[in-house]
């Protein structure tokens, strides 16, 4: 009975061997057949046509970052919500407790964030 169990894995097993042998496969294609012509002017940095200003390597603000990142936080958290307003009846007023719950949370990290000071640019 184990040994049936392992078998229906199998083409899952061979779905992924086939699709890295594909991506090696074509890797490998590009990189022979592809040109290897390589000059300063193609190993310049490019952006949009802008012409290239000091060193790419200068550094940026944290805040710029730290925005980002809280951005994507918040973003993520209220994706959360998307599956507890489709299934609101079925959840009851235990879901509704616990959504309350969630944003209050949600809501106490938004005022700590905002008294560091997070959001202020200087």
Same mark, same amino acid.
């Given at each position: 009975?184990?040994?049936?169990?392992?078998?229906?894995?199998?083409?899952?097993?061979?779905m992924f061997i086939l699709?890295?042998?594909?991506?090696?496969?074509?890797?490998?294609?590009?990189?022979?057949?592809?040109?290897?012509?390589?000059?300063?002017?193609?190993?310049?940095?490019?952006?949009c046509g802008i012409e290239?200003?000091?060193?790419?390597?200068s550094p940026i603000s944290?805040?710029? !970052? $730290? =925005?980002?990142? %809280?951005?994507?936080?918040?973003?993520? +958290?209220?994706?959360?919500?998307?599956?507890?307003?489709?299934?609101?009846?079925?959840?009851?007023?235990?879901?509704?407790?616990?959504?309350?719950?969630?944003?209050? !949370? $949600? =809501?106490?990290? %938004?005022?700590?964030?905002?008294?560091? +000071?997070?959001?202020?640019?200087?």
């Amino acid at each position: 009975m184990e040994n049936s169990q392992l078998l229906q894995y199998l083409p899952i097993v061979f779905m992924f061997i086939l699709a890295l042998g594909f991506v090696i496969f074509t890797m490998s294609l590009t990189h022979l057949l592809g040109p290897k012509r390589k000059s300063l002017v193609k190993q310049e940095s490019f952006e949009c046509g802008i012409e290239v200003q000091g060193n790419a390597r200068s550094p940026i603000s944290i805040k710029y !970052f $730290l =925005v980002a990142i %809280l951005f994507v936080l918040f973003d993520i +958290e209220v994706i959360f919500m998307y599956p507890w307003a489709v299934n609101f009846r079925q959840l009851g007023v235990i879901g509704l407790v616990e959504m309350f719950l969630f944003m209050f !949370f $949600l =809501v106490i990290g %938004l005022l700590y964030i905002n008294k560091k +000071e997070a959001f202020k640019w200087e």
